[in-house]
């Protein structure tokens, strides 16, 4: 018998489906949604893959969730700041720089607004 046989659940469908409509009403304002766009943008223009419109969507999810873990209702761009990392640099792909780089750059040269 493999070991995973005998894994417990730890969350029920319907506890994922909660945890994911609560992140889902995280409110994202226009400006820190501009900065996402700026943010991917950024990305593209410095190498030969950026981030995509799906990639920005789940740079934006994944500040939801992070905005939920800190007990807010509402992202703010630290979030974005925190996740575009985790999110972004394996989407990201150049010849001379890696993902890590790029986006690193691109949190450090775009302003936030």
Known sequence: EHPIESLDAVA???????ARATAADVTVREPVRAYVSRLASYTR??????????????????????????????????DIQTEAPTVWSHRV???DDDGDAVVARALREVTVE
């Open 12 to 18: 029920s469908v319907a506890d994922v489906r909660r």
């Open 45 to 78: 223009k410095h190498a030969q893959l950026g981030a995509s419109p799906r990639g920005a969507i789940a740079l934006v999810r994944a500040a939801q969730v992070r905005a939920v873990f800190e007990g807010r209702d509402y992202v703010i761009p630290d």
């Open 93 to 95: 792909q150049t010849d």
